[in-house]
């Protein structure tokens, strides 16, 4: 199983960034999927899960200017960000759970077993 992430990069205040995450060993449409992140001194936070029966979960913070979609035919997950702003500087990655999931919703980090390396995004004022 692998997920390799890409996209990020450097963007003003305000502005967008796609990011995807290409997966193989694994079919993201079976799958729990999610986009997490993590900035310097922090803990890691969730940003979206998309649960395998297409569930979503935003977190609060990004409601209503992140957007994640899937290419199913190229087990692509994608992340849509738009109005982005300096405190998301982070690395972000995406992370898959394979079903049977039983536990909380959204699934927590830890409970995720398949991790990209990441991609980093920031944002300057």
């Known amino acids: 199983e692998r997920l390799v992430e890409s996209g990020g990069g450097s963007v003003q205040a305000g502005g967008s960034l796609r990011l995807s995450c290409a997966v193989s060993g694994f079919d993201i449409k079976r799958y729990y999927m999610g986009w997490f992140r993590q900035a310097p001194g922090k803990d890691r936070e969730g940003v979206v899960n998309i649960g395998s029966n297409g569930d979503i979960d935003y977190a609060d913070f990004v409601k209503g200017r992140f957007t994640t979609s899937k290419d199913n035919a190229k087990n692509i997950l994608y992340l849509q960000m738009n109005s982005l702003t300096p405190e998301e500087y982070a690395m972000y990655s995406c992370?898959?759970?394979?079903?049977?999931?039983?536990?909380?919703?959204?699934?927590?980090?830890?409970?995720?077993?398949?991790w990209g390396q990441g991609t980093q995004v920031t944002v300057s004022s």
């Open positions: 992370a898959g759970l394979p079903p049977p999931y039983g536990g909380k919703w959204p699934p927590p980090d830890y409970e995720y077993n398949y």
